[in-house]
């Protein structure tokens, strides 16, 4: 038997399920769809989908497990709740950043965070930024703070100049 995540995201869809785990699965290098389940022949009185449609989609990011879910169209992501993708380089940033805004929304795009095209919010940020942020000098921490608030995509080299500058 398989081990199971104690904690495992579910992300609910209307029936975009199955397409946003292979689209999510296209863009992280170490990921793979888990197992897909499907909708049986009873219920249809309570969840209205057809018997033999997808259902779940168990899928694993970078060692996280993952569900999707084809629940209807009665809720929709927020950006009260986000995933971050934590980059060690510019190029993971660009990379990221250039994969997940591809038909996502333009006008939430600011510090880092930004909304697919499934409505999913993300944070494509530098790992370093947690140490940059709890520096002991408040001057430094306010200039990467200055530095990164107007950013959509973090611009690193920007962010050290600032926090390196005097």
Same mark, same amino acid.
């Given at each position: 038997?398989?081990?199971?995540?104690?904690?495992?995201?579910? =992300?609910?869809?209307?029936?975009?399920? &199955? @397409?946003?785990?292979? #689209? +999510?699965?296209?863009?992280?290098?170490?990921?793979?769809?888990?197992?897909?389940?499907?909708?049986?022949?009873?219920?249809?009185?309570?969840?209205?989908?057809?018997?033999?449609?997808?259902?779940?989609?168990?899928?694993?990011?970078?060692?996280?497990?993952?569900?999707?879910?084809?629940?209807?169209?009665?809720?929709?992501?927020?950006?009260?709740?986000? =995933?971050?993708?934590?980059?060690?380089? &510019? @190029?993971?940033?660009? #990379? +990221?950043?250039?994969?997940?805004?591809?038909?996502?929304?333009?006008?939430?795009?600011?510090?880092?965070?930004?909304?697919?095209?499934?409505?999913?919010?993300?944070?494509?940020?530098?790992?370093?930024?947690?140490?940059?942020?709890?520096?002991?000098?408040?001057?430094?921490?306010?200039?990467?703070?200055?530095?990164?608030?107007?950013?959509?995509?973090?611009?690193?080299?920007?962010?050290?100049?600032?926090?390196?500058?005097?």
């Amino acid at each position: 038997m398989a081990t199971v995540q104690k904690i495992q995201p579910c =992300l609910w869809f209307d029936t975009q399920a &199955q @397409e946003a785990a292979e #689209y +999510y699965t296209s863009i992280f290098k170490n990921s793979s769809i888990i197992r897909i389940t499907y909708y049986p022949n009873v219920g249809q009185d309570v969840h209205g989908k057809p018997a033999g449609s997808v259902l779940t989609v168990e899928f694993e990011l970078e060692g996280q497990n993952f569900m999707a879910l084809n629940g209807g169209p009665m809720f929709n992501f927020t950006a009260a709740i986000s =995933l971050s993708v934590n980059c060690d380089t &510019q @190029e993971e940033i660009d #990379y +990221y950043w250039d994969k997940l805004t591809t038909g996502g929304d333009p006008a939430a795009q600011q510090c880092g965070w930004l909304k697919d095209k499934y409505g999913l919010s993300w944070q494509v940020a530098p790992v370093i930024m947690t140490e940059l942020l709890n520096d002991p000098d408040p001057q430094k921490r306010a200039r990467v703070m200055e530095a990164y608030m107007p950013m959509q995509k973090f611009d690193l080299a920007t962010i050290l100049k600032a926090y390196n500058s005097e």
